[in-house]
């Protein structure tokens, strides 16, 4: 009894060893590296458990075997069919457990009552198999792998035995899961850059033949962005003023952040504030700080924003939401880069940049008394207009991308297919809400698709933009009708003899991106009409 229980204490020993080092291996391996090393493994594990065979089987998504991998003794190995692992998978097929392992210590004995079948006993008799056990492993529900071992004999298979081979074929379900988890990922990645390369190749040609500047997070190469990020590279290494103006959710942050991390300040803090967010009664304070006892609760000197912006960047966030009365304040430190602390009458001085930004309409604020215009042209020494998403829908494939790689793995999804229905419904919605709100449907979808290919949880995906009601009077709408006029006159013609883009004064695919931006659509003549429904 003695030498038993030592021999279960060193078999025991070796079990946890041989589990810490696989544990180590396979966490540290490269996935690429990862079927190169199984087998050396299977076979180590075969030695120390004493069984005759190991068996790996890796299972697609569908259920279908994927890989198999095997160790043989080589006493085992001289029997007949013994390299074959189609009978332990077949097996496997017939018995599969809903859950835990499936252990057969005395076969065909052993065999469930409603599996015992002839045919089955039939099948396993000519085979060297008198003991088996299978141990899949499951992540989120699905089936990553099983592990099999095969003796030729009856053979027991203790509990603190079965404990420990399910550590080992959770630690290679681990290591395989992760390993598809990596190739969807590269997968992803390279679809993204194929889509990025793609729009580089099939862009609309450009006004400004200079390359389109980068930006980290502003993702997208479409004629309206690239005009927007023109203008960012153009004021960002001066310490000029700058007010970003765009719909809500069309990256004015990002913006912001690229004009500072591009300037002369970038050593230096930004500072953000969105002036929307705070109640008037703490605006002050926020941006100027207070002193102690100004109000009731000022137990201490506060620093403003305006401080710790000092010698960088100040973000004022949706500044056409400040308060009249504060614009006063903020009009002298933007001229004299001087203030007062709430409740002190002691001067600071501060070197602050300020990029201010809004929704809202400032000049028309500025006509309602709502805004003050000396305030409005000291902000808007050099205005970027951000396009909403609407008139950049050549960029929302990239977009689509790049948000499902950034939170596809956090959310445990391995998106690598986007149908094309989806990215055309994609590319048609309004999107009023802008980048955020696209954002926000890709979260959705993620959350709601479970296998490689996105499924949209929204359904109202049917707004096309052509259904926008146009205002005649603008300059968008003046440049339309003269087009749409001459197309006309030209019979269409934007290539040939007399063609519109000539009288135009325009390069051919130039005026084709400007019917591009502009909705121009060419119009069907009456004889076509008629012979169509006929």
């Not at 060193?10 to 966490?27: G, I």
């Not at 793609?198 to 400004?208: A, C, N």
Request: glycine share 6%; hydrophobic share 40%; net charge negative.
């Amino acid at each position: 009894m003695e030498a038993a229980a030592a021999s279960h204490t060193d078999w025991c020993r070796h079990m946890e060893h041989l589990v810490a080092e696989f544990s180590t291996r396979l966490s540290t391996i490269e996935s690429v590296d990862l079927s190169a090393e199984i087998e050396p493994m299977l076979r180590r594990l075969g030695e120390i458990v004493g069984v005759d065979r190991v068996t790996l089987i890796e299972y697609a998504s569908d259920g279908d075997t994927l890989n198999a991998y095997q160790s043989v003794s080589p006493s085992f190995a001289e029997e007949p069919e013994a390299e074959d692992t189609e009978h332990a998978s077949w097996l496997w097929e017939r018995l599969r457990p809903h859950h835990d392992a499936m252990v057969l210590e005395r076969i065909p004995d052993d065999l469930p009552p409603q599996a015992a079948t002839a045919a089955l006993v039939e099948h396993l008799r000519p085979l060297p198999l008198g003991s088996m056990v299978a141990l899949p492993l499951r992540i989120g529900g699905e089936l990553i792998c099983a592990l099999f071992f095969e003796h030729r004999d009856s053979h027991e298979w203790p509990d603190a035995l079965l404990d420990r081979l399910r550590l080992v074929a959770a630690l290679f379900g681990g290591g395989l899961h992760r390993r598809s988890q990596d190739a969807a990922l590269r997968q992803s990645r390279a679809d993204l850059e194929r889509l990025a390369a793609q729009y580089e190749r099939e862009k609309e040609p450009f006004d400004d033949d200079a390359a389109a500047p980068q930006f980290d997070g502003i993702i997208g190469t479409s004629p309206a962005l690239r005009a927007a990020l023109v203008r960012v590279q153009e004021v960002a290494p001066t310490t000029s003023s700058v007010l970003l103006l765009g719909e809500t959710g069309t990256g004015k942050e990002l913006f912001a952040r690229a004009v500072h991390e591009h300037g002369p300040r970038r050593a230096n803090p930004l500072v953000i504030v969105n002036c929307a967010a705070l109640p008037p009664t703490l605006i002050e304070s926020e941006l100027f700080g207070h002193a102690r006892g100004a109000f009731t609760g000022a137990v201490a000197l506060r620093q403003g924003r305006f401080e710790l912006a000092h010698h960088g960047t100040l973000f004022l966030d949706e500044i056409g939401d400040l308060p009249v009365d504060l614009q006063a304040k903020l009009l002298r430190v933007l001229q004299e880069g001087a203030f007062e602390r709430v409740g002190s009458s002691l001067t600071q001085k501060v070197d602050v940049r300020i990029i201010a930004a809004t929704h809202r309409d400032l000049a028309k604020a500025v006509g309602e008394g709502a805004f003050r215009n000396d305030l409005y042209y000291r902000l808007s020494v050099f205005p970027i207009r951000l396009p909403p998403l609407r008139e950049r829908r050549e960029d929302i494939a990239a977009l689509v991308w790049s948000s499902i790689h950034k939170r596809q793995r956090a959310m445990h999804r391995w998106i690598t297919r986007v149908p094309e229905i989806v990215m055309e419904a994609l590319k048609r919605h309004e999107w009023p809400g802008n980048v955020r709100e696209l954002e926000n449907v890709i979260e959705r979808a993620l959350i709601h698709s479970t296998g490689d290919t996105l499924t949209l949880l929204d359904q109202h995906f049917d707004k096309v933009s052509a259904d926008v009601p146009r205002d005649d009077t603008t300059l968008t709408a003046i440049e339309r009708t003269h087009i749409e006029e001459v197309l006309r006159t030209c019979r269409w013609r934007i290539n040939g003899p007399g063609n519109a883009a000539e009288r135009l004064g325009l390069h051919p695919n130039t005026l084709r991106f400007r019917m591009k931006k502009l909705g121009i659509v060419r119009e069907v003549p009456a004889t076509d009409v008629h012979v169509a429904s006929a």
